[in-house]
């Protein structure tokens, strides 16, 4: 399968910060999709984004996908955007690869 | 309103016995999808299904039954050759068994061992 790099495993930040985070791929894909796991474990679709550019809110995302990567901006940072923020992407096999997860901590 | 449930949230299992998962969607959904994620970890797929009574081997199939006897029912049966099945496992659906579309997902059953 596809192999999913995020980077970096874990990011502190203090309330009203903005961060980046990455995800890189090892091959071309057909869907990219980035999720947040909250404390409870419910994961929650942000972006569907296999190209180009989405915002949603404080969130937006970007995917380059001829250079195999994409990014995911939290901007404002708040404590509810604690948790752990996956990247996965699926390639011609229709099967969804999982990078390892970003652990956000944003502090009060 | 249209949804993925799992059930139940939490199960425990005694040595060699079976357990089953239930994923039930009302999206009208073709795809579904059984993930497993230990802690610290990111989702592994075990089974997945693009058509009713079709279903093929994720990367961690090996333990674990599935069938798809019905469009909105995907059970995940974990049998007594996982050795180690403690974990926390999600179900998914996507739109089309063909074609990519994004996945959606349950609020997962954590399932432990006595």
């Known amino acids: 399968g596809i192999q999913v790099e995020q980077s970096p495993p874990d990011l502190i930040l203090q309330e009203g910060a903005n961060s980046t985070l990455r995800c890189n791929f090892s091959?071309?894909?057909?869907?990219l999709q980035w999720f947040h796991q909250n404390p409870w474990g419910q994961l929650i679709n942000l972006f569907y984004?296999?190209?180009g550019t989405k915002q949603n809110g404080r969130l937006s995302a970007t995917t380059v996908a001829t250079e195999r990567y994409s990014l995911l901006y939290i901007s404002s940072s708040q404590t509810t955007d604690s948790g752990v923020y996956f990247c996965?992407?699926?390639?011609?096999?229709?099967?969804?690869?999982f990078g390892a997860g970003t652990t956000v901590t944003v502090r009060a | 309103d249209g949804g993925i449930t799992q059930s139940p949230k939490y199960l425990f299992r005694k040595e060699g016995q079976n357990v089953t998962l239930s994923c039930e969607q009302n999206?009208?959904?073709?795809?579904m999808y059984w993930y497993r994620q230990d802690p610290g970890q990111g989702l592994r797929l075990i089974y997945y299904s693009q058509i009713v009574n079709d279903f093929q081997k994720g990367d961690i199939a090996e333990g674990y039954s599935v069938s798809r006897e019905k469009k909105e029912s995907f059970p995940l049966t974990v049998t007594s050759a996982q050795k180690n099945p403690t974990a926390f496992y999600l179900c998914?659906?996507?739109?089309?068994?063909?074609?990519?579309?994004?996945?959606?997902f349950g609020d997962g059953t954590r399932l432990s061992i006595l």
């Open positions: 996965a992407v699926e390639g011609n096999d229709y099967k969804l690869s």
């Open positions: 984004i296999p190209s």
């Open positions: 091959d071309s894909v057909n869907n």
């Open positions: 999206l009208n959904h073709d795809a």
């Open positions: 998914a659906s996507t739109p089309a068994g063909t074609g990519h579309q994004p996945q959606h």
